[in-house]
């Protein structure tokens, strides 16, 4: 098992970008960037043998600074959106970044997304790492406390990439991290992800409203369109005349995870014979089938975007827990640890 490192290029302020390629002992390869946390690249085999890239990226640092949607990135200090940009602890109100229209997403104009992290590369027997460090200072982007994160990724030779997120502040705060990859079993993205079999092992979903904000409702799934318990094809409903498909173009709801399985979602292309399952703590899985994917990107491999080309698999928190009255909050006190983890395991059939 290595650990490889070489510069990606320059930001715009001349920052040094650095890519670090995690590789075991299968040749399972992840390309992570220190810009963002980045996962650039991940290539694993298909059904023959043969490596392929299985995520959405880029192969110029200019196009993550100036066009990326959130390719692969850490999200934070809170993923997803706050609506009207706003909330409350006790009886402090705080004013956000507005950069979803009227709402706040992803953590701003500048968030974990778009800051150069520090990195501790490790290496052992069984596995490697790459330990992410990054301070977040009181008033960043609107959200109050110096709020100091740790990200690691791990791989093992089990073709498994683990996540772990821990961060603490010195003030109350709100945080809810995630991880922003958009996955494409197909390899060097061939086809879209609708022919993906998805299973979601939730037995309901939240509606949300024209802007994407959650209604508050918790709908049960069975027998309609979000009801991915048994596996179906991303594509099979998603172009039915249902409202919540037309709000968002498709896919981009907030499941809640049942816990009685050994993962949570199941991710599976039948032509290269790539699947992945995905394990978390986290009671929500937002699936996001890349609706709004234009044809105005030149990604990795000189690939064109398109629509529908990624499925984005957003392990996290209850999406904006703080202003729904019926959702599960949680404000982190001052020195009260967030932990989160999620697992992505690679099989071939």
């Known amino acids: 098992m290595k650990i ?47 490596f392929e890239n299985i995520v959405l990226g880029f192969d110029h640092i200019r196009d993550y600074e100036e066009k990326s949607p959130y390719f692969g990135a850490i999200v934070g200090r809170v993923a997803g959106r706050i609506s009207n940009a706003s909330f409350k602890i006790d009886n402090n109100t705080y004013k956000l970044v507005k950069n979803n229209g009227k709402h706040h997403i992803h953590g701003g104009n500048k968030g974990f997304d778009k800051v150069i992290w520090k990195v501790e590369e490790i290496i052992q027997k069984n596995h490697i790492r790459l330990k992410m460090g990054y301070l977040s200072c009181d008033g960043e982007e609107g959200f109050p406390g110096n709020l100091s994160v740790e990200v690691t990724y791990t791989l093992n030779n089990q073709d498994e990439l683990e996540i772990r997120y821990s961060a603490v502040s010195d003030q109350k705060t709100i945080i809810n991290l995630t991880n922003h990859t958009y996955f494409n079993l197909s390899g060097n993205l061939k086809e879209d992800i609708l022919n993906h079999k998805l299973m979601i092992n939730a037995d309901q979903v939240a509606f949300v409203d024209k802007e994407t904000i959650p209604t508050g409702e918790f709908v049960d799934v069975e027998k309609g369109v979000f009801d991915f318990r048994q596996g179906k094809k991303v594509g099979t409903d998603m172009k039915k005349e249902e409202v919540q498909l037309i709000h968002c173009g498709g896919y981009d709801h907030p499941w809640i995870l049942n816990k009685d399985h050994a993962f949570q979602v199941k991710l599976e292309d039948e032509n290269s014979g790539r699947s992945m399952e995905v394990t978390t703590d986290r009671p929500i899985v937002v699936c996001y089938a890349g609706n709004q994917i ?23 928190d209850y999406p904006d827990a703080i202003n729904q009255d019926h959702f599960p909050t949680k404000i982190y006190r001052p020195a009260e640890a967030y932990e989160a983890y999620t697992k992505y395991k690679f099989h071939i059939k």
């Open 4 to 50: 490889l490192k070489e510069c990606f290029g320059q930001l715009k302020s001349g920052e040094e970008v650095l890519e670090y390629s995690m590789i075991n002992e299968n040749g399972f390869k992840v390309k992570i960037l220190n810009y963002g946390g980045i996962i650039r690249a991940m290539l694993a085999p298909n059904k023959h043998g043969q």
């Open 294 to 316: 234009g044809e105005d990107l030149i990604l990795s491999g000189n690939r064109k975007s398109e629509k529908n080309l990624g499925i984005c698999l957003e392990t996290q």
